[in-house]
């Protein structure tokens, strides 16, 4: 399917039925698999052959979607998880490990922010948070000689800030290590982060991927382009003994393409079980089939709610990467010639008090801590996800008490205008 367009790859890739077997795929509920001897079983604990034993580590469900996705972004290999929280822990962790560091992009989702900056903390992995448009000489002076892996969003959630994925790129491989991008927004219908340099790409597909609400997900994609063995004491897991599979080396055992997913589905998958069920992955698929017709909707809804927003007295501020006045606009040109997505994020003149009396009186757009669906939908992170802090810290933090974060869905835009309109 390699050959074929993004649009097609949606609807097609990943699965390919034979002869007389079902058209959409199968959904396999089943957490085991029948071997008839126990050799057969033995070759599959010892990575000697491919194949399902447990739906812990591997479904075919599952196998069927991740390759879709990994036939999306231009990798050499896919995997789902459980959310997209367990998808960007299980790509740093695969190559991170207690004595490890990490240098971040700041402007990212907040739950990364919490998992690299605290979580991962106590596992003693440290983090240097760097600015999204830190120049080159401030993103080289955050590496350390135990820097393993670069991190950052193609659009950030919720701030919305474009990263420069080749400046990124270029600094992490001249320090021998590889980029990882969250591509969850832009989604690879507007933006392939492995065109650009990133050597590993993470979805929540919780958003636009599934784009109805209605499944958590992740998924983790492998450029297969990262040569691991050419630095090879920089990351031991990938290339020396594995004990706990008779002394494989991943690198040598499973190339450049295969190495890095397998370790992560045979370690990390085995060991902390974020699997995504078979059901969601079938639903993320139904999504997924559809991502390219849904996405230019999601682009052109946001594009005219910012228009609109940006020619009104009562809104201070409008952010949305594809407007000319964004800070971002330049990189979005580069990045997301396509649009990037529907977020749209503006503030109020008037301050939480008007947010909150705008949100009051909005009919189509339901407040959700949610972005990337179908419906519209909008947030007060001052009054939401940030309500701990003052005002004072939440202007500090770039987050204005009058900030609303709109999610502009697929309903027709001239019904959402005139509710937003009518709402102000
Ligand atoms: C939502 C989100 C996540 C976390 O994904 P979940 O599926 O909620 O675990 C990670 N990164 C980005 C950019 C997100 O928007």
Same mark, same amino acid.
């Given at each position: 399917?390699?050959?074929?367009?993004?649009?097609?790859?949606?609807?097609?890739?990943?699965?390919?039925?034979?002869?007389?077997?079902?058209?959409?795929?199968?959904?396999?509920?089943?957490?085991?698999?029948?071997?008839?001897?126990?050799?057969?079983?033995?070759?599959?604990?010892?990575?000697?052959?491919?194949?399902?034993?447990?739906?812990?580590?591997?479904? !075919?469900?599952?196998?069927?979607?991740?390759?879709?996705?990994?036939?999306?972004?231009?990798?050499?290999?896919?995997?789902?998880?459980?959310?997209?929280?367990?998808?960007?822990?299980?790509?740093?962790?695969?190559?991170?490990?207690?004595?490890?560091?990490?240098?971040?992009?700041?402007?990212?989702?907040?739950?990364?922010?919490?998992?690299?900056?605290?979580?991962?903390?106590?596992?003693?992995?440290? %983090?240097?948070?760097?600015?999204?448009?830190?120049?080159?000489?401030?993103?080289?002076?955050?590496?350390?000689?135990?820097?393993?892996?670069?991190?950052?969003?193609?659009?950030?959630?919720?701030?919305?800030?474009?990263?420069?994925?080749?400046?990124?790129?270029?600094?992490?491989?001249?320090?021998?290590?590889?980029?990882?991008?969250?591509?969850?927004?832009?989604?690879?219908?507007?933006?392939? !982060?492995?065109?650009?340099?990133?050597?590993?790409?993470?979805?929540?597909?919780?958003?636009?991927?599934?784009?109805?609400?209605?499944?958590?997900?992740?998924?983790?994609?492998?450029?297969?382009?990262?040569?691991?063995?050419?630095?090879?004491?920089?990351?031991?897991?990938?290339?020396?003994?594995?004990?706990?599979?008779?002394?494989?080396?991943?690198?040598?055992?499973?190339?450049?393409?295969?190495?890095?997913?397998?370790?992560?589905?045979?370690?990390?998958?085995?060991?902390?079980?974020?699997?995504?069920?078979?059901?969601?992955?079938?639903?993320?698929?139904?999504?997924?089939?559809?991502?390219?017709?849904?996405?230019?909707?999601? %682009?052109?809804?946001?594009?005219?709610?910012?228009?609109?927003?940006? =020619?009104?007295?009562? %809104?201070?501020?409008?952010?949305? !990467?594809?407007?000319?006045?964004?800070?971002?606009?330049?990189?979005?040109?580069?990045?997301?010639?396509?649009?990037?997505?529907?977020?749209?994020?503006?503030?109020?003149?008037?301050?939480? =008090?008007?947010?909150?009396?705008?949100?009051?009186?909005?009919?189509?757009?339901?407040?959700?801590?949610?972005?990337?669906?179908?419906?519209?939908?909008?947030?007060?992170?001052?009054?939401?996800?940030?309500?701990?802090?003052?005002?004072?810290?939440?202007?500090?933090? =770039?987050?204005?008490?009058?900030?609303?974060?709109?999610?502009?869905?697929?309903?027709?835009?001239?019904?959402?205008?005139?509710?937003?309109?009518?709402?102000?």
């Amino acid at each position: 399917m390699d050959n074929f367009k993004t649009g097609t790859k949606c609807v097609q890739a990943g699965y390919r039925p034979g002869n007389g077997e079902p058209r959409q795929i199968p959904i396999v509920q089943s957490t085991t698999f029948k071997y008839d001897t126990s050799e057969d079983m033995g070759k599959l604990f010892d990575l000697e052959e491919s194949g399902y034993f447990y739906t812990r580590l591997q479904n !075919p469900t599952n196998d069927y979607v991740a390759a879709k996705i990994a036939s999306l972004e231009g990798g050499s290999a896919g995997m789902l998880t459980s959310s997209g929280q367990a998808a960007n822990f299980f790509a740093l962790f695969n190559i991170c490990e207690n004595g490890s560091h990490i240098v971040s992009s700041s402007s990212i989702y907040g739950g990364t922010f919490n998992l690299i900056g605290v979580t991962m903390a106590k596992m003693g992995i440290d %983090v240097t948070f760097v600015a999204p448009d830190a120049s080159e000489e401030e993103l080289n002076a955050a590496f350390r000689e135990n820097t393993r892996a670069v991190f950052g969003e193609t659009i950030a959630n919720p701030a919305l800030t474009v990263l420069d994925i080749e400046k990124f790129a270029n600094a992490a491989h001249a320090h021998g290590v590889p980029l990882i991008v969250d591509n969850t927004f832009p989604t690879p219908v507007n933006c392939r !982060p492995i065109e650009w340099g990133a050597d590993i790409v993470t979805h929540s597909t919780t958003k636009y991927m599934d784009g109805h609400g209605a499944a958590v997900g992740g998924a983790i994609v492998d450029s297969g382009k990262f040569d691991w063995m050419a630095h090879r004491d920089k990351f031991p897991g990938l290339t020396t003994p594995d004990d706990s599979y008779h002394g494989i080396v991943y690198a040598e055992k499973f190339g450049l393409e295969g190495a890095f997913i397998t370790k992560c589905t045979s370690q990390l998958m085995r060991d902390f079980g974020c699997i995504q069920s078979p059901q969601n992955a079938f639903l993320l698929n139904l999504g997924l089939e559809s991502l390219h017709v849904r996405m230019p909707r999601h %682009v052109e809804n946001g594009r005219a709610v910012a228009e609109f927003l940006s =020619g009104r007295e009562e %809104v201070a501020k409008v952010s949305f !990467p594809d407007l000319p006045s964004d800070p971002y606009y330049p990189l979005a040109k580069k990045y997301l010639p396509h649009g990037g997505c529907g977020v749209v994020s503006f503030e109020l003149k008037g301050g939480r =008090g008007a947010a909150l009396e705008f949100m009051r009186k909005l009919k189509l757009a339901a407040i959700e801590t949610h972005v990337a669906d179908a419906r519209t939908c909008c947030l007060n992170p001052a009054t939401s996800t940030h309500r701990q802090m003052t005002d004072e810290q939440l202007s500090a933090a =770039g987050i204005p008490a009058g900030l609303v974060r709109m999610s502009c869905g697929l309903e027709d835009k001239e019904d959402l205008i005139a509710d937003i309109a009518s709402a102000l």
